[in-house]
């Protein structure tokens, strides 16, 4: 069995990949398919004020010629372009959602312009690039949303045609609004998905015989299914419970879905997420941030890695036991020569 390593995935550089979005890209030597990791790259030992150290941040990349097994760093997107909305110098770039449409890659990509450090009180908009080998990168502009505090993009292929995108606006509760594009240029009106607690993150997939949105409630996936792309029923929430595998004990933050076959032929999600050190949202969680404001050390809650977990459709409900080995390979992918998620499932 090809069971994953755990963590699947840490930087090198910086200690703290999060947000990550997993795609097939151009082939290799024969014919091999390379699969691409980008991720937002926290920078952990920043010693700027605030939470300077989550802005600033480049958008990491890495591979993996092996189905996705191990995964080799190859440093930052260069040279993403912020366009008017950014600053001179260094920009703050998050949740890259990179999918393959039309002959080219596409990129949609959160920025915050500058280095901020505080949370609160700053433009987020969502930029589209394109590329064709997944290295250069050109800016085609920002996606007209639904007001200017928008990230968190997440893009699937629409089965009455054309894509929608799905998105956090912090403006509107921290809910998932939605827009609809027939060729990821021109955009519709934006409109509410997704009614629930605050949340961020979206990630949509077809499995089983619906659609599935997972989003990232900081307390685990919140898992909501769909017949149509349009009507929403929550199911339940996922990643919640500690792990026991290394450096899984923390809730499963914004995930990336790419849907597969088991050894046996039944198809599968491959759940690919971030985990903290320490969680930021516990007790000893805080105690260690305000050590760390007092300059006592480098709080162990900056810390992240990539983990990756398999879940099934049980009975018209997603289920994920985060411990369960299972056997990975994304040379099985279901959507693998198109990277835009799309009804390719079967009804289990």
């Known amino acids: 069995m090809r069971v994953p390593p755990a963590p699947l995935f840490l930087d090198p550089e910086h200690h703290a990949p999060t947000d990550p979005c997993v795609v097939r890209g151009p082939d290799g030597p024969g014919g091999a ?21 989550v802005h600033g941040t480049d958008i990491g990349v890495a591979t993996s010629d092996d189905g996705g097994l191990s995964w080799r760093y190859r440093g930052v997107v260069e040279n993403l372009d912020p366009g008017p909305d950014g600053q001179p110098g ?26 901020p450090a505080t949370w609160e009180g700053h433009r987020r908009h969502v930029l589209h690039h394109v590329s ?33 995108l799905w998105y956090k606006d912090e403006a509107a509760g921290s809910r998932t609004y939605r827009i609809d594009s027939l060729d990821l240029e021109h955009w519709g009106e934006p409109r509410e998905a997704v009614v629930g607690p605050p949340h961020e993150g979206a990630n949509v997939f077809r499995l ?17 299914r769909s017949r149509d792309l349009d009507v929403w029923e929550r199911d339940r929430v996922l990643l919640d419970a500690p792990g026991g595998r290394p450096f899984d004990q923390g809730v499963g933050n ?26 930021p949202w516990t007790q000893a969680g805080r105690d260690d941030e305000a050590a760390c404001e007092r300059g006592e050390r480098v709080s162990r809650t900056r810390f992240a ?7 099934r459709v049980v009975d018209g409900h997603l289920v994920c036991d985060r411990d369960e080995p299972f056997d990975l390979d994304l040379r099985r992918a279901v959507d693998a020569d198109d990277g835009v998620r799309h009804d390719t499932s079967t009804t289990m």
Request: net charge negative; charged share 20%.
């Open 132 to 164: 064709e080998d997944l290295v250069t990168w050109e800016l085609r502009g920002r996606v007209p949303l639904s007001s200017d505090r928008v990230i968190d993009a997440c893009v699937a292929r629409h089965p009455g045609g054309g894509y929608r």
């Open 254 to 279: 914004h995930a990336d879905v790419v849907v597969g076959l088991d050894p046996d032929g039944r198809e599968v999600a491959w759940i690919f997420y971030f985990v903290h050190r320490m969680s």
């Open 208 to 224: 089983g015989g619906w659609w599935w949105l997972l989003v990232d409630e900081w307390r685990g996936q919140a898992a909501y």
């Open 90 to 115: 260094r920009n703050t770039f998050w949740a890259p959602e990179v999918v393959r449409a039309g002959g080219m890659f596409h990129m949609f990509v959160s920025l915050v312009p500058g280095v």
């Open 305 to 311: 890695a990539v983990q990756v977990a398999q879940a």
């Open 33 to 53: 398919q390379v699969w691409w990791m980008f991720y937002t790259q926290r920078r952990v030992y920043d010693d700027g004020p605030g939470v300077s150290w």
